[in-house]
């Protein structure tokens, strides 16, 4: 039975159709709930995008799940919103997991690229020093914190009370001007000092 999703059929009513695998009930649930729902999505995720893809994940669950809707335990609007509030939720920690992973790997290159085998000699260790002396000094206060304090990027944020992108554009241009001065201090005593 075809239904118009402007007809005075209730939610109540039209999320029992879903449940008994009506596709048409689906389609007017659809059109009735999904404004709202991609609406919450894009102020939780804060991309469009992601919250279009959630919003598929959560009209699947709908349709999965509408069987088990009980309507003592709140309206059909409170439920749908709450499986988008929930797969909102679990799409945020992926997304800063990932970030989380990101960093570390980040983090362990620069951390390599700073402490591989040419701070073994005591020459090595001088020329390293010295062009982190060179360094402008908000790119060494990040580089130190980063690499002797072993801090995050973001916990050196936090610490310098500076925005997280700009802590990590200085620990690049830092590792940069780095690599150009240790080839360089490398060149003049005669053996290549090279960071990864």
Request: with cysteine; glycine share 6%.
């Amino acid at each position: 039975m075809k239904v118009d999703p402007g007809s005075e059929i209730s939610d109540v009513e039209l999320l029992r159709r879903v449940g008994g695998e009506d596709p048409d009930a689906f389609l007017a649930l659809f059109d009735r709930f999904s404004p709202v729902v991609l609406g919450v999505l894009v102020r939780l995720l804060r991309q469009r995008a992601s919250a279009e893809e959630v919003l598929q994940e959560v009209f699947l669950q709908v349709w999965i799940s509408a069987g088990s809707y009980r309507e003592n335990l709140g309206s059909p609007r409170t439920w749908v919103l709450g499986i988008a509030r929930n797969r909102g939720i679990d799409r945020l920690r992926r997304r800063q997991s990932r970030a989380r992973r990101e960093e570390a790997t980040c983090r362990r290159a620069e951390e390599e690229a700073v402490t591989s085998d040419w701070t073994e000699s005591g020459d090595r260790r001088w020329r390293v020093q010295r062009a982190i002396s060179s360094l402008p000094p908000e790119q060494r206060a990040c580089i130190e914190l980063a690499f002797y304090a072993d801090l995050s990027h973001a916990e050196i944020a936090a610490r310098l009370a500076a925005p997280l992108g700009t802590v990590k554009s200085r620990i690049q241009l830092g590792m940069r001007k780095l690599r150009r001065v240790l080839a360089e201090l490398g060149d003049q005593s005669g053996s290549a000092v090279a960071i990864r």
